[in-house]
């Protein structure tokens, strides 16, 4: 599981990527 900094990381990395790569970094993150 990813704790609420995780997961604000992983947000923060998605917004500056492409969608389709910040869905792959969410599933991943959901998936752990």
């Known amino acids: 599981m ?3 900094a995780g ?3 992983y947000s923060t990395v998605g ?3 492409e969608p389709g790569l ?3 970094l ?3 993150g ?3």
Do not use: E, N, Q
Request: charged content about 40%.
């Open 22 to 24: 910040r869905l792959r």
């Open 7 to 9: 997961r604000i990381r």
């Open 15 to 17: 917004a500056s990527t």
């Open 2 to 4: 990813i704790d609420a």
């Open 26 to 28: 969410w599933a991943a």
């Open 30 to 32: 959901r998936g752990d």
